[in-house]
């Protein structure tokens, strides 16, 4: 039973520096999803990178066992296909916030370990993901292993779809199971697109009802945003 406007958010509440070890970190309860992300500093790149002074950022996402109702097995030496198409979104997403040459010869790596899964952790985790991003920057920083700060851009994420003909923002499991149509956006905070994922289950989606699924989904990552900017701010 959803208790909230069509347009409105799960509560949303980012705990910063939730682990201490990594560089950077930030648990996020969306709803009832909750995941936990950490960025790690490695001083070296992929291969691929080596000759360019550029560096990278990366993610792996993992469903923990008690997430579901139903176990979820560990990945040992096996991603499985979902994961794997969700770690790539992550870190495409983080990525599109970094000027990765002004990160020097190293890999940022988030990892997104979903404690709670009730509807858009993959979203829920590129926004976290951020602020864990973040967090790790102001310390390379703080160390004096960067000169300047080389984010670009706040990037968060959010789904919107269609459930019983009516758009809705925010989705939990049981929105998006019966959805028509389910979509996860990720945006900067100049309103640009970084990802747009969209699927129809049911009738195919006209451009008038995509467009309002995206105007819903830019008012949900604004608000996000404030959110990322009020937590990063008082640390």
Known sequence: MRNRRYDELR???????????????????????????SAQVLENVPDWLKESNSGWVTAEYS????????????????VNGRSKEIERIIGRCLRAS?????????????DCDVIQADGGTRTASITAGFVALSLAIRRLMKEGKLKENPIRYEVAAVSAGIVDGKPLLDLSYEEDSKAEVDLNVAM???GRYVEIQGT??????????????LELAEKGIMELIKIQREVLKNV
């Open 98 to 110: 970094v000027e990765l040459t002004k990160l020097g010869p190293r890999t940022i790596w988030v």
């Open 200 to 213: 129809s289950e049911k009738e195919p989606l006209t451009k008038e009802n995509l467009n309002r699924l």
């Open 11 to 37: 509560p949303v509440k980012i705990v910063p520096n939730f682990q201490k070890k990594p560089y950077g970190s930030a648990l996020i309860y969306q709803g009832d999803t909750v995941v936990l992300c």
């Open 188 to 190: 900067t905070a100049d």
């Open 63 to 78: 469903m923990l066992p008690g997430s579901t109702e139903t176990r979820i097995f560990r990945d040992r030496g096996h």
